[in-house]
């Protein structure tokens, strides 16, 4: 009976893919793919055009999982070695395939020139490998099998690489591990830092294993958004739901109300539902963020039905002219101060005549902190037909985390002013 693939690793092959130059994304794309046929993808390496690193990284790989896919190194030059090292590792000696060297010398005939020399290269094949052709390009790819492992070569550009990895490999996944799925759940929470997340979720997802159902949990930080992935790849699709989703459920539970998004939306797409069935409209008013609150909530398709608009209030005179700032409160509370910011928010509000008006304020650095108000210090204001709510915040990192923290902690105090 054939092996089953549950497990993979990735080689991408390329010099070029070790400069600053070039990133490696078929492993991305492969990664994606492979998730959704259950496959686990266990590690991934980059490793450039010599033999030996070549030969160490695809035997290691052989030794550990079900299915090693390289990509790259399949052209007609001398670096191009990842044929040849991988006929060495698994001691098969390579041939010319006269069909396949018919094909790419048709293919040079239809350009009307002649086959260079060193593309026969390209038309050797490994003793008992399958050919998969290549639709795009002149490599054709090769699977081969080593005792139960399978090991595919796929070429490095991704136009040729992403259709022979849908027509040739991805139903021999599916055919050997039929019904497998790798099924993902995304938490996300905002206005927590990462490890106050981990601390809480911890003991969580180590309690969830159960009936035979194993969750990998990730944690994915970024300025604003912390992400808790929880997955498990398996046949028995019904108990890994379950788990999943009870995984969620406590997650949510234990992290509310920092929990804005269970089932993929973006806050930014949350926000938006809320404000559409609210039947509310919204204003901001943005100073050290320049646009960007107003950019995140209109990249929702529709978002016109509830954003009126905004103003980039960055000077003073700004905010004093075109959101009725009194210039007496930012003569006595500065401008990133919570006063001014409630001003803001209910400048913007009263002008655009919306329901609800939002404002930002604050020091995005590098210059311009102060002992009182370091650089990161933020305001942010709410104003409803009701109240005006303002809160000073603190965030690390460089001025493009600051921002993006600045808007995503707007957005969610829209979200929670909607939610009372
Ligand atoms: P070819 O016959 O076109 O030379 P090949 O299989 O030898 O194919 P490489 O020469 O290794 O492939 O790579 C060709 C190009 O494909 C690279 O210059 C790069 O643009 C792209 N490429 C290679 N590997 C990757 C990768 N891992 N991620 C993204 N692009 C890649």
Known sequence: ???????????????????????????????????????????KAVVG????????????????????????????TDDDLTREVVADVLRRTLTVDETILAGIEARFARRGVPMPAINRRQACV?????????????????????????????????????????????????????GRRLQRRVVKVTGRSESQVEEIANPIYTSLNRDGVVVDTTILATPGQIEVH????????QAIAAVLDEGVARLAAALSPAVFSTDGRTLEDVVGDTLRARGWRVAVAESCTGGLLGGRLTEVPGSSAY??????????????????????????????SEPVAAAMAAGVRRRFGAEIGVAITGIAGPGGGT???????????VATPDTVTARTLLFPGDRDAIRRHSTSAAL?????????
């Open 1 to 43: 009976m054939n092996r089953r693939i549950e497990t993979a690793e990735i080689l991408a092959i390329g010099s070029e893919l070790l400069t600053p130059f070039r990133v490696d994304t078929n492993s991305l794309f492969l990664t994606a793919r492979l998730n959704e046929l259950g496959v686990v993808v266990r590690r």
């Open 230 to 237: 929880l997955e498990s790849a398996g046949e028995d699709q």
């Open 412 to 420: 969610d105090m829209v979200r929670r002013a909607l939610s009372v």
């Open 307 to 336: 954003v009126l608009g905004g103003v980039i209030a960055y000077d003073n005179a700004v905010k004093i002219r075109d959101l009725d700032v009194p210039a007496s409160t930012i003569d006595e509370h500065g401008a990133v």
């Open 126 to 178: 490994p003793d008992g490998a399958t050919v998969l052709p290549n639709s795009e390009g002149t490599a054709p790819g090769l699977l081969l099998e080593h005792e139960g492992r399978l090991i595919a070569l796929l070429p490095g550009p991704p136009r040729e690489m992403q259709p022979m990895f849908a027509r040739a490999i991805a139903p021999l996944v599916e055919a050997r591990s039929p």
């Open 371 to 381: 002992a009182a108000k370091p650089v990161g210090t933020v305001c942010i204001a």
């Open 49 to 76: 055009d010599r033999r030996d690193d070549l030969a160490a990284c695809v035997r290691e790989a052989l030794a550990r999982v079900d299915l090693v896919i390289t990509t790259g190194g399949l052209g007609p």
